[in-house]
């Protein structure tokens, strides 16, 4: 089954953190809901904190404010989504190997499996 045709977990909905104001540059109900869907994606909070533009630190911070409940959940869904997809290639990995290309001047000229035995354990 390709990337393509394999169902996706859809993160759940969630109620962005309530703020007083919302600042153009800040932690806008957009960009919360940006930020969980970077997080499934690459499963590093500083990086999908900088693919919205703001600090990790903050996102830590918005995490913990009063009214934050959904938005935390929806967070440990995005790194519970991420680390099965992380589970899933490690196992294809240790079953399937990895294919490694032959080379002959400069060109390759086929393949081979290398398997990763201690993944298998």
């Given amino acids: 089954m390709t990337d393509e045709t394999q169902p996706s977990d859809p993160l759940p909905d969630f109620t962005p953190v309530p703020k007083k104001y919302y600042r153009h540059d800040g932690w806008t ?8 869907a970077a997080l499934a994606e690459c499963g590093s909070v500083p990086e999908a904190a900088r ?3 703001m600090s990790f ?3 830590y911070r918005l995490r913990n ?5 959904e938005f935390a959940a929806a967070w ?5 989504k991420v680390t099965n997809r992380v ?5 294809d990995h240790a079953v399937n190997g990895a294919a490694e290309p ?3 001047g400069g060109e390759q000229v086929g ?3 290398r398997y990763n035995y201690r993944m298998m354990m």
């Fill in 76 to 80: 440990d869904a995005a790194l519970v």
């Fill in 51 to 53: 693919y919205v533009g």
């Fill in 102 to 104: 032959i080379m002959y």
């Fill in 29 to 36: 109900p957009q960009r919360q809901r940006e930020f969980i």
């Fill in 111 to 113: 393949e081979f499996r």
């Fill in 65 to 69: 404010d009063p009214g934050a409940e």
């Fill in 87 to 91: 589970h899933d290639v490690l196992v």
């Fill in 57 to 59: 630190g903050t996102a």
